[in-house]
Antibody
């Protein structure tokens, strides 16, 4: 069974750094892209970017390029989303999802990680 | 930057049919955009319904169908049920591995 399990909720202050995780299981982690999706409170879904853990090839939405870093550690089947300096506007639910290559869609989803940034 | 547009809301009667669309701020949607559709209820992670225009994801009832209608991608719910009341999002492939979510449609069943 394919599963994506995300790390728990975080409460941070503006300017702090953060790295959240997404652990895949039940499939070959290095053979599928993993993506991240943002959902700000009361708003829609936003496609942030994807990474191919096999070779760490990463693609970012222009809206998120330079704002976040997506990485992966294939030795532990885990993808990451990180911020070097959080802003209040980073407050959101973040989902990871497996991204099917060549068909360009998300087929399995994590449960979400709520990030709250507040002074 | 290209905006992917969806109707903000739709209302459908139980047993009725509703068609949601997914368009581009400039240009037409074709199968080359690999449109996919997702359902999200409040407090839940999204659920994948349709990919590659018209292929239903595993376990998705056949009352959900995808197509290209004119210059847009479309999701049709035939025989709407109460638990279809959700937000629906499309995704389009823009090239170079990048995709974009649509603005989302809130469907009410009443």
């Amino acid at each position: 069974e394919v599963q994506l399990v995300q790390s728990g909720a975080e409460v941070k202050k503006p300017g702090e750094s953060l790295k959240i995780s997404c652990k895949g299981s039940g499939y070959s982690f290095t053979s599928y892209w993993i993506g991240w999706v943002r959902q700000m409170p009361g708003k829609g879904l936003e496609w942030m970017g994807i990474i191919y853990p096999g070779d760490s090839d990463t693609r970012y939405s222009p809206s998120f390029q330079g704002q976040v870093t997506i990485s992966a550690d294939k030795s532990i089947s885990t993808a990451y989303l990180q911020w070097s300096s959080l802003k209040a506007s980073d407050t959101a639910m973040y989902y990871c999802a497996r991204h099917a290559d060549y068909l360009y869609y998300f087929d399995y989803w994590g449960q979400g990680t709520l990030v709250t940034v507040s002074s | 930057q290209t905006v992917v547009t969806q109707e903000p809301s739709f209302s459908v009667s139980p047993g009725g049919t509703v068609t949601l669309t997914c368009g581009l701020s400039s240009g037409s949607v074709s199968t080359s955009y690999y449109p996919s559709w997702y359902q999200q209820t409040p407090g839940q992670a999204p659920r994948t319904l349709i990919y590659s225009t018209n292929t239903r994801s595993s376990g998705v009832p056949d009352r959900f169908s995808g197509s290209i209608l004119g210059n847009k991608a479309a999701l049709t719910i035939t025989g709407a049920q109460a638990d279809d009341e959700s937000d629906y999002y499309c995704v389009l492939y823009m090239g170079s591995g990048i995709c974009v979510f649509g603005t989302g449609t809130k469907v009410t069943v009443l």
